[in-house]
């Protein structure tokens, strides 16, 4: 009798305390009771026991609060100039090289004049093939020799030297050098059709130890019209960074000019030339 009162007792006692050993028996409780609990067991996300770890039920989400205010608005976006430099400048160079071209098409024909005609210079066969070639291959109006030459750029649209350069060898060019009379004449030529306001184009041409040369550096150019009050003198300490060259266009007045600058000034056009 005493012992299966002894057993009763070790029943009761484990309805609280989980597993109790008591007279030779392993009792479980097969619940365990709130009251019985610690704060944090019942109140934490997880109860641990001597069968290791599991979830307290949670109960159903409650309804969402209400939306937050808006935040600042975030910085202004700026526009990609160089992809839309690079869009304006290849449809502008294939029109106004088509109006070049049809331009110097219609110069070709015979003009009557006072009663008279005058007869455009006659081109030889190879020059014709080459001016083909320039406008096929380069998009470039001008062909001189074996060499083709355009005006690229738009105003607005500023660059340094550098992208100048980077410009035209996109186009399978280099920055042009103006190194003989009739490749500066045929450049200005071509701006003052092209432009009806101030134009200013990089060239390749630098001008370093006061002295006019070819891009690469290896030939001096002699014959040059510089702006009034240029060159300005490279041996200068001040003056020392002006080492490349530009034109200058004032269609208005007809000026045709170069000058020198800093590498790290814009320019809204460049000339390039290309080798056929």
């Known amino acids: 009798m005493d012992q299966r009162i002894a057993v009763i007792f070790a029943l009761l006692i484990s309805?609280?305390?989980?597993?109790?050993?008591?007279?030779?028996?392993?009792?479980?409780?097969?619940?365990?009771?709130?009251v019985c609990k610690p704060i944090r067991d019942v109140f934490s996300a997880t109860k641990t026991d001597n069968d290791g770890?599991?979830?307290?039920?949670?109960?159903?989400?409650?309804?969402?609060?209400?939306?937050?205010?808006?935040?600042?608005?975030?910085?202004?976006?700026?526009?990609d100039y160089s992809n839309i430099n690079k869009i304006v400048t290849e449809h502008v160079d294939s029109l106004t090289t088509r109006i070049y071209a049809l331009e110097?098409?219609?110069?070709?024909?015979?003009?009557?004049?006072?009663?008279?005609?005058?007869?455009?210079?006659?081109k030889s066969p190879e020059q014709i093939k080459n001016e083909k070639a320039?406008?096929?291959?380069f998009?470039?109006?001008?062909?001189?020799?074996?060499?083709?030459?355009?005006?690229?750029?738009?105003?607005?649209?500023?660059?340094?030297?550098?992208?100048?350069?980077?410009?035209?060898?996109?186009?399978?060019?280099n920055l042009a050098d103006l190194e003989t009379k009739e490749i500066y004449n045929a450049i200005y030529n071509l701006a003052d059709e092209r432009y009806s306001t101030v134009a200013q184009a990089w060239t390749g041409m630098t001008y370093e130890d006061d002295e006019l040369r070819t891009r690469d550096g290896n030939k001096e150019i002699t014959y040059a019209k510089w702006t009034s009050g240029y060159p300005r003198q490279s041996t200068s300490t001040y003056y020392a960074s002006f080492?490349?060259?530009?034109?200058?266009?004032?269609?208005?007045?007809?000026?045709?000019?170069?000058?020198?600058?800093?590498?790290?000034d814009t320019k809204s056009h460049a000339v390039c030339s290309y080798s056929l």
Not at 15 to 34: C, D, I, N, W
Not at 104 to 122: D, H, I, L, M, S
């Open 53 to 79: 770890s599991y979830p307290v039920l949670q109960g159903p989400e409650g309804k969402p609060g209400p939306m937050g205010k808006s935040g600042l608005p975030g910085p202004r976006g700026e526009p």
């Open 134 to 137: 320039c406008e096929d291959r």
């Open 15 to 34: 309805q609280t305390h989980g597993t109790l050993v008591e007279t030779g028996f392993s009792v479980k409780a097969p619940r365990e009771y709130m």
């Open 139 to 173: 998009s470039s109006p001008v062909a001189i020799g074996n060499m083709c030459y355009n005006i690229i750029g738009a105003e607005g649209l500023l660059r340094t030297h550098e992208k100048a350069q980077t410009d035209c060898e996109e186009r399978g060019g």
């Open 104 to 122: 110097r098409e219609v110069e070709n024909f015979t003009t009557a004049v006072g009663g008279g005609t005058a007869q455009a210079p006659t």
């Open 243 to 264: 080492t490349k060259v530009y034109i200058f266009i004032d269609t208005s007045s007809r000026v045709r000019r170069i000058l020198n600058a800093r590498p790290t």
